[in-house]
């Protein structure tokens, strides 16, 4: 996967692209450079995320947890959650369910 570059990116360096989609199922890849902030907002969707690569923290609902390559981390969907203290460029799959929805802004 490393060939994935999201595009466009933020101002704090983030960017996201899908790149596979069914009816039950989307999956994209997410980066966070060090030292960025996750605006994210809640989503309607459940998601999974699986970091591929990079260190940092998620706060999910109340509860903080480190993630390092490997970590999986459920996030249901309306729950509040974001990555934050990333000391390392995380390179995450996120998987949604049902199929991500993004929000366009005008």
């Not at 966070?32 to 989503?43: E, F, N, T």
């Not at 998601?47 to 970590?71: H, M, T, W």
């Amino acid at each position: 996967m490393p060939e994935l570059d999201p595009q466009p990116r933020d101002e704090q360096g983030h960017g996201y692209v899908d790149f596979l989609a069914s009816e039950k199922l989307s999956v994209g890849l997410s980066v966070w450079p060090a030292g960025s902030v996750d605006r994210q907002q809640p989503h309607g969707e459940d998601e999974v995320y699986y970091i591929i690569s990079g260190r940092g923290f998620i706060r999910v609902a109340d509860e903080d947890r480190a993630v390092k390559a490997g970590s999986l981390v459920f996030v249901a969907a309306h729950v509040e959650h974001r990555f934050h203290d990333i000391e390392e460029d995380l390179r995450v799959l996120v998987f949604w369910a049902p199929p991500h929805r993004p929000v366009h802004h005008s």
